[in-house]
Every structure is written in C-alpha cells, then in structure tokens.
C-alpha cells in the first residue's frame, strides 16, 4: 500500500500546541501521552536504528515506531504477531460475526467512566452469547469467541460496540460432541439483544450501587439513586442493537476478516484526504445511505477533539477471548473440538485452508528486497550528528 499523503502525526505538528491550550481542563496525561507518541512515531526523536541487508549489504538508518496501540502507523506488525497466534487455534468450520452496540443515551457515561463501562460491555456481552447459545431451545452447546471493542463511528464520534469473532457451533454441554447451529444466523439477534439489554443495565445498577460511576459537572444530579434509576427506565422501552451477518466462511477467511477489525484505530492515515487553513477532511462511509464514501470536513480541533474520545484507559485490554477459547480453558478443549470435527464433509472441504501464518519480515532491502538486520541502535543525538555530516558533505 502506498504511503498516504497526510498523517494523524501531520494534524498533531501543527495544531496540537493550540488544541492543548484550549482543551486543559478535561485533557489528561494519558491524551497527552498519546499525542506526543503520534507526533513523534518513526521520527529522530525517538532514536533509531542501522539496519544493513543480509543480501547485498545496502545499508539504511531506521527511526524507532512509538508502538503506542492508538496510532495509526504502529499496528501492522503487532496484528500479524497476533494473527501468527491465532492461525493456530482456527476450527474447520464457518464464522459468525455478530455485534453488540451501547445505545445512544449511554455514550456521555461511557466517556466519563471508560473502563468501568466498556469493562461491562465486555462482560454482559458474553455472558448474552454463552447463555443462549447453552440453551436447548438454541443451540444447547458451549460456544468460544474473541470480543474486540471499538468506541468510534465513520465520523469519529463516539459510538463503543463489541465486535464478536465465533466458530459457527459449540461443544455439547457434556463434551461429547460438536453441535451445530440450527438458524442462518446462528443465535436469534431479538433475543441477544434482549438478554443484553437486562445483563447490561442491571450491571450499571450494580455499579452505581457500589459507587464506581463517576457524575461529573452537569451530570451530578444523576448521582442520586431515583434520579439515576429514572434515567434508565426508558432504555427499556427501546430494542438495542445486536447485528448478526450470515457465516462468512472458513478458516481461509477468518484472519483475514479479522486483521479488519482487531488492530484497528479509530481513522487510518489513508482515509485523510487535506489539511490546510485549520481544517481536515476525510473520508467515511455513509452507513444511512448504502455505505456510499463520502467526504467530511472539520477544523482541525474537532478533528483532535474526536479523536481523543477513542483514547482507551491504561493497560485496558480490548481484545478478549472467552467460551471455550477463554485462556485458561483454550488447551485442553480446542482438541476436543478438532477430534469431534475431524472427518466431516465441512472439515475436509475446509482442512486445505487451514495453515500457519508466519509474521512477515517488517524490514526488507529497497535495493533487493533482502531481510535488513539490526547493526547498532541509534540515540537521537547520533541520528542528528549523522544527518549534520551528510549535510556537511553534500555542500562540500
């Protein structure tokens, strides 16, 4: 893929230090660490690297990648690490991809209460999917799943849903067998969103009672019990969001549908189309409109304001596994699941799929196409004193 002609990091050099000074009061040192990783990604500042090809010994100064999961250049290499991983634990069976959204009304307590929000968005999540996938009247089995959270919309505005990766099937509740789903969609969307609804709002009510959510500035009244629980009666009386699309194949789909979802920020370099007199435009897809691309423009301090609603709480994981692809439960009964699937007519239709995915080399040779490998590592001030000399050399 080509280099984009704008950056986040562009925005950040040239309206961060005014979008700073006007933002101080909610701005806090994580935002601000995260805007200084971006503007300082794979630039001198962070040092570097001499890299010379294993091939035909070209050699070339690399500068260091800040690796801060919010920006938009350091996730490629982490996603095929992750990717490698999980090629290892893929089923011989279709996937389903189904979503679980927050409603509108609760995006404000989502921001003010990041990691005990989204942490509840996780766990009602799957607990919704084990419990009717357990049920008979459903599937009757123990599924396995990852969940990944993204907080954003097309237009940078806060909107945190789920995205839940599944093996179309689960393991029969005693072990003994493979079961597989009897619906298209394999669980029914209205009862999923039902169930979700209740789990999640008694977990806000549970919460609340234990003093974890905050009530900031114009919110305050709501920290009164009959105000708060007044505010949530209405959320029953509206059907929440859980979209389910149809299997979308086998294990040779699956990483790639998921390097689309995992690894994600909340806008790609490659979506920012200009940035001039104070103002960025981007693309987006126009989800109301048959997701037809179109362009949005916004001053640059909007641009950042939005951006930083994504930035996540510290050492938040927002890649989870659970079911029986749940850490601690994954090594004795992925087996079980390959024994049980072993043989049937999907399983060989499917088995040529399947393979291990290898991460790619992250540097190769410009000359060659050779593996660069590590020589020394460069301080920033030797990166500087070297750019000086070939200076110092091109003018002589």
Known sequence: ????????????????????????SWLTWLHLRVLYAIESCRTATLGGHLDRCSRCGHEAISFN???NRHCPKCQTNARDKWLAERSKELLPVSYVHVVFTLPHELSWLALQNK????????????????????????????????????????????????????????LSLDHQHWVHPRYPFFLPVKVLGRVFRG?????????????KL???????????????????????????????KRPFGGPQHVLHYLARYTHRVAISNHRL??????????????????????????????????????????????????GFLANRRRKPLLPICRQFLEG??????????????KPQASWLCPRCGGTMVLIEKLTPQQIRRSSVDRETLDSS
């Not at 280099?3 to 006007?22: L, M, T």
């Not at 001039?276 to 909007?302: I, P, S």
């Open 1 to 24: 893929m080509n280099r984009p002609p704008f950056e986040v990091a562009d925005i950040i050099r040239q309206y961060g230090s005014r979008f700073i000074a006007k933002n101080r």
């Open 65 to 67: 990648s800040c690796r």
């Open 199 to 211: 789990k999640f709002v008694a977990g806000l009510k549970c919460a609340f009672g234990q003093r």
């Open 115 to 170: 990691k005990v929000v989204y942490d509840l968005l996780f766990r009602t999540s799957a607990a919704t999917l084990l419990e009717v996938a357990a049920d008979p009247k459903h599937l009757g089995a123990e599924i396995g799943f990852l969940s990944v959270l993204h907080t954003w919309g097309q237009n940078l505005q806060h909107h945190p849903h789920i995205h839940c990766v599944i093996p179309a099937g689960g």
């Open 273 to 322: 189309v200009s940035i001039a007199d104070g103002k960025v435009t981007f693309l987006y897809k126009d989800y109301a409109h048959g997701g037809k691309h179109r362009k949005m423009t916004v001053t640059a301090e909007e641009f950042l304001r939005r951006f930083m609603l994504h930035v996540l709480p510290r050492r938040f994981v927002r890649i989870r596994f659970s």
């Open 214 to 244: 905050v009530f900031p500035g114009s919110l305050q009244p709501l920290a009164r019990e009959k105000a708060f629980h007044a505010f949530l009666r209405p959320l029953f009386r509206q059907d929440w969001v859980v979209y389910a």
């Open 344 to 357: 049937s007519p999907q399983q060989r239709s499917e088995t040529s799929g399947i393979s291990e995915m």
